[in-house]
Each structure stands twice: as C-alpha cells, then as structure tokens.
C-alpha cells in the first residue's frame, strides 16, 4: 500500500521513468518532431555519464596502466585466465592481478619493492659518479692577487669538462643535459711552474630574456669583466649557433685577449673542421678534446704568454707547539701579531692559532649554508658577502654547483659555502639534481659549521629534520636560522600581517615550536633574520665565530675528572643491564669534542645515559652547538681477593 501511494506520490516522473529501458541499445530511430523522446535523452546522459567517468580514471590506475606496456627489461607476457585467477605463476609464486602493473601499490607487492629498488640502483650510480667530485671549494684568500682565466661559451659545449681538467679536479657538475652550471665556479691551475685562477661560468645566450637565463649571463659577465684572459669554447662537432656569434661579438668588443677552444676535436680527422670557426674573428684559434686532454698544453702555453706575473704569496702557515696548548685551552683563538721572519721592517701578520685533530693554523672557517630549496639559502650568501655572488631566483632548484665566498673579520676568514637544496630521492629526476643533493651532502661533512636554513613561513617540515640529521650525524657544529623572519612580524594599518592576514608571530612562542620539532639540536643556537633585508645578518658572524671556537675547545684530563666527581649518576633514567661505572674520561679529539670513556664492562651507551652525560658537560664547559661524541673503551676488573 506504501509503494503504490509512493508511485502516486511521482506522478508524471515515475511515470516517464518506467517508459524508460533500463538495459540493451539505444532505439535507432530518431523521433521526427522537434521534442525529443524521453528514451532517446536517457542514451545521451548515459554516454555523456560515461565519458565523464572515463575521463575521472586516474593516470595511474589499474585500468589505465594494464594498457601500457611494461618496460622491465624482459619480453612482455601476457596474463592468462589461470592467472587472474591466483594460480601458481612462474617460479612457483602466487600471480596477483596487482602485480607488475606501474603504479599499482598494493601489500606485497613485487611492483612496489621493484620500484624502490630501481629507484636505490639509480641513486647508488649517481652516489658512485658523484666519489669522482671534489668538494674543494674555490681558491684560498691569499691566492686573490693571481691573474685569472676566465671560461665561457654557450650551454653543453664543454666549460665545465675543461674547467675540471684545466683544475685537476672534478669540482664542477658534468652531465649531458644543458644548462647545469649556472653561477660561477673559481678553481687554481698550476703550469709550468706559474699559478694562475680559473672561472667556469654558465652558458652564456645574450637574447634570452628569461629569469635565470639572463642571471646567468649577468653572472659570466662578472667573470669576464675581472678575468685577464678569456677561453672561449664553442662545440666543434655542430654548426655556429646564434649564441656564439652574439657572444664573439661582445667578447671582440671587450678588447682583452681571447682565446677560441673548439672543444670534441676527439680524432685526428676531426681537427680540419676546427678551421671554420675562424668567421667568428678570432686570431687564436685551437683545438682540443676536455674529455681526452688532447691540444690542453698547447692553449696554456698560449694563455699563460698573455697573463700578467702574479703576485707575491703570504708567508706558509706555523706550526703550533706545546707550548701554545696552554693559551689556546684557556683564552681561545690567539689574535696577536707576530713577527715576519725574513722581513724584519714589515707589517705583522695576525695569526689565528686553531686546533682540529691536529694542530695547525687554521687561516678560515668553513659554513655550509644547507636547506630544503627555497627557503632563501643564495639570498643568505649575498647578504653575508656583501655581494651578487649567487643566483637567486623563486623558481626551487636554481643552485646546483656549491658557490663559495670568503668573507674577513676580526682577523678570520670565512668561507661561506651555498649549497643545493636537498630533497627527497622520489623528488629528484634529473642525474644533475641528484648530483647537486649528493655534493651539498659531501660539502656538509667537509665543513666546520652548518647553517641549517629554515622558511619562517613554512615551519619546520619533515624534510628540514632530515636535513639537520645529516648534520647532526656527520660531527658538524650547527646553528638554526630561521629566514623571513620580517614576513612574519610587518603587519598592515589592521594590525594583521600583510601577506595572509594572520596575527603577528611571537618569538618566543616560535622559537619553543622549533625546539619541540628538532629535539636532537638541542644544542644549537638559533637565530632569526631577513636575509632579503639584510637584518640581523652581523648576528650569524658572532654565532659562527663563538660557534667554531666551541667546537675546538679541549677539556684536560684533570678537569673531567674532577667533573665525574660532581655528577650525580643516579638521575640517569638508564636500565640496569645498561649501566656503567666509569673509571675516568679524557678528551680524545677536537672538532667535534670526542669523549673516551674508561668503564667496567664493553658496552654500547644507552642513548638516555649519553644524552644525560652530554648535558652534563655542556653546563659545566660549554661546547655550544657541536654534538658531543662518546667512546667506551672497557678495563678488567682488579680481582680481589
């Protein structure tokens, strides 16, 4: 009785519904007056529905992918009714519909495991090129006054392959794909008993208007304008491009001396063809293979004849001795003059006495500025140097070489190193990305301190954790600066911030979330600026200063002791089976301050005992923001009777 007062309750509707066929073909027959039959309008929603449902079908769904050919090396099989059904397939194992389809990512699946795999074989080939690099980074301050070399031509010609031969040392990245050196790149060659500086810029294309283009020609012409000589090298394999000849042009107008390379010259027949590069008004003309090294001497001869004499070098570097331990222990870096040996009426030099493993006089300290991409890493580097030196643009990604300033106060040299963005390995595609998040890595370990840089904006993500982990593991002392700091304080006539209408940031509030997100770096020191607008950047000089003097502090052996006194082992939260008597510890190395632990049994220290014990240390001596490193080295028991 319900559904037929229901029924009723539709009317017209229900009754066109029922008219209506519910399965089989559309009728062929075309109603001939201008109303359209209502069975005819149900086929048209349906295949517009359908359509509409084909296009909703994700890229990488099952239904899209089982059309696609799967590249896995091996000869495509067809999937057989037994096997859509689970029957046993090859090699014994249960056939999955899921499995070997791109993108399908079901549990157990061999698809997923294939593709991390393929995914960790790549990065291990990229990891295996990138040993090949240097991470030695530009020249040394000393080294200003050589007369410098500068090399430039437009994208994939081969710059960076004979910047690195010219060098001795892969320092620059090398792939097949153009465009991948983008700032400038400064090495030290060495021939025929001269020294002289070498310059590796990005591809030079004068009419290209777009961003990091037009950055990159700014940035060859710094190089060119300082250089005192140019090599200018052009691909002798292809036919002159719009870019050489433009370049010839502004490099003829220059009037230093210039010097044409026609690099893959790699085969005696090949080396004819370097004639026709002669129209672009060089009178030097040469050619040479960077990938074999063949027609490499007789361009240095040449270049060499033109340079001017270098100048005079500073006095090698002194070795410390016992008797300096004492001064440097107690009262730091020593910043008093001292005497040149063979000119008695000279200046004084200061010498700046450092410890690391070792003891030498460390003339610099080496910060690496490291970050996920974009969070302002090159705009810091600027604002540090005071100059133009990187490439800075919004698009991620733009820096791949690290690019290395040296800055000088208070008697100490800075090198600050700008590296690549470190990313994710799923987010890496290109072999020049990769390389460039594999050498930001190596140029982390192969420096002193680390400038972890943070978005204000964004917070701490994931990936900025991870970052400071690699620091954090690697021995490397740490200071967290948190960039854009003016965004988040400059508010509008509403009290509001202008660029999302949020109320204004607290420091201390922020400050606390950030401790709370990166626990291990405790020990850090943290610090907000505006590299953009250049505030607070004289603060990252000071925090870098005390920050290197921290890490190669020494603590004598007399003094732990009497610390172990102090300590009140019995707050340490460690287990029972984990515990340890510690006879005495002594310091064993600097940079990073590395603890040997004398105890009673050879045990690994329970992470909870090591953090309590490196507390412990740190409010009575210091160490501020350098991880503290702990070795146990066990002693038989005297055995009593």
Known sequence: MAQKDDRKRLGKKHRQAATRPKKGRAPKSTP??????????????????????????????????????????????HRTKAAMDGAPGRGGKEARPADGIVGRQTPRSANVAGRERLIEDDWRDVEAIAAGFSVETG????????????VCGRPNVGKSTLFNRLTGSRRSIVGDEPGITRDRIY??????????????????IPDDEALIPSEIFRQAQVALEE?????????GRTELASPDLELARLLLRGGKPVFLAVNKMDTDALLAGAENFRRLGFRNVMPISAEHGSGIGDLLDAVFEVLPEEGEHEPEAVMLTTDNELEEDEDGPDFSPEPLQHESDAAPVKVRRLRSHGEYDNKETKVAIIGRPNVGKSTLLNALTGTDRAIVSPIAGTTRDAVDEVVERGGHNFRFVDTAGIRRKGKTKLMAEKLSVIMARKHLEAADVSLLVIDAGEGVAAADANIGGYAHESGRSVIIVINKWDLMTKVGPDGMRLFDGKPPADQKIYEQDVRDKLKYLDYAPLLFISAADGKNIESVFKKVELVSRERRKRVTTGQMNRFLEKVDFQKASVPMNKRVRIYYMTQAAVAPPTFVLFTDKDVKLHFSFERFLGNQIRENFGFIGSPIWFKVKARNKKKTE
């Not at 359509?51 to 099989?77: L, N, V, W």
């Open 32 to 77: 001939t007056t201008g109303a359209v039959d209502p069975r005819k309008r149900k086929v048209i929603s349906t295949a517009a529905a359908k359509k509409a449902a084909a296009k909703r079908i994700s890229r990488r769904s099952p239904e899209f992918e089982s059309k696609k050919t799967i590249a896995t090396g091996e000869k495509p099989t």
């Open 139 to 150: 020249v040394a301050a000393e080294a200003a006054d050589l007369p410098l070399i500068a």
């Open 187 to 204: 090495g030290e060659i060495e021939w025929m008993g001269r020294d002289a500086r070498i310059v590796d810029t990005g591809g030079v």
């Open 227 to 235: 250089a005192d000589a140019i090599v200018m090298v052009v691909d």
